[in-house]
């Protein structure tokens, strides 16, 4: 989006952010000096002078970066950064990230990687941590993360029900990686948090994710973005209950994002809070993954 056409989009929402915020104060949209994005980023509107300004602009993202492998099967981390850096995003969810995990990923740390080539912050929630393969190296973690432009201020790798794929006969159980972190968006604290919910066709243990999620978004107030690899579409029965408790879809007519060279599911989404109002919300055509990433355009309530 270009300069021009984000702040005439601004400028034509002003008066239904005033209403959706309880205010008519300016819109700002300007990261601090400390998060400014990376060449070549999408400029954004200049910020607004009043500094109790309601609301602030916000793109959130979400991909599943295959750990590092194109649908081809090709690891290429280059690949990856590329893709996450034409979103043009503030903050990103992640899933399945390696860290050191295997020779599948050259024992890359992929969180801190990308973080590095993104001028980002990030914070790696590892669903698995296991022992090295060989004694001395690091610890072999996979998991979720989130990168930010703007300061995290809190996060915690959360737990929610599992069915581990490194066990043999696994029962669902509590288990890591759900991260709740809390980001500073220019004095406004949003609640992000990243999800991975099981693939396998029986939908239980989703529902079980879907309910301890709440109980963990519930615990934290304000703002709140729910991104992820749901491996469900929206309208299906086991993720009812987000919608029911408030949570909100931010492409509800978006297209596919599985498999991402012809994609035939929705299941890769960006979830919003009652107090976030969505602008705009897109996937990304790209097979730097087998799934394809989401971001969407939001304001936040001060």
Request: net charge negative; aromatic share 6%.
């Amino acid at each position: 989006m270009t300069l021009r056409s984000r702040r005439s989009l601004l400028g034509t929402l002003a008066a239904s952010v005033a209403f959706a915020v309880g205010a008519v104060a300016p819109v700002s949209a300007v990261p601090p000096a400390s998060a400014v994005p990376p060449a070549g980023a999408a400029p954004a509107a200049p910020a607004a002078p009043d500094d109790n300004a309601r609301a602030t602009w916000l793109r959130v993202a979400t991909y599943n970066i295959h750990a590092g492998a194109g649908e081809d099967n090709v690891f290429d981390l280059g690949r990856t950064a590329d893709t996450l850096r034409s979103l043009h995003a503030d903050v990103i969810g992640l899933q399945e990230v390696d860290v050191h995990w295997g020779a599948r990923s050259d024992f890359v740390d992929e969180a801190r990687e990308l973080a590095v080539r993104l001028n980002m912050r990030v914070f790696f929630a590892p669903v698995y941590d296991l022992d090295p393969a060989i004694e001395g190296a690091p610890r072999r973690q996979f998991g979720v993360a989130v990168l930010s432009r703007y300061p995290i201020t809190r996060a915690e790798n959360r737990e929610i029900t599992r069915l581990s794929t490194q066990t043999p006969n696994p029962a669902p159980a509590p288990a890591p990686g759900f991260p709740d972190v809390t980001v500073n968006v220019r004095g406004v604290p949003v609640h992000v948090y990243s999800t991975h919910l099981d693939y396998r066709s029986d939908p239980s243990v989703r529902r079980a994710q879907a309910t301890d999620m709440l109980k963990i978004l519930a615990a934290d107030p304000g703002p709140k973005v729910l991104v992820g690899d749901f491996n469900a579409e929206p309208q299906a029965p086991e993720l009812a209950e987000l919608w029911q408790r408030g949570l909100r879809d931010a492409a509800p007519d978006g297209g596919g994002t599985y498999p991402a060279a012809d994609p035939v599911k929705r299941i890769d989404l960006v979830t919003v809070s009652p107090e976030i109002m969505v602008l705009g919300a897109r996937e990304v055509a790209t097979t730097a993954s087998d799934h394809r990433p989401v971001a969407a355009d939001m304001l936040v309530r001060r």
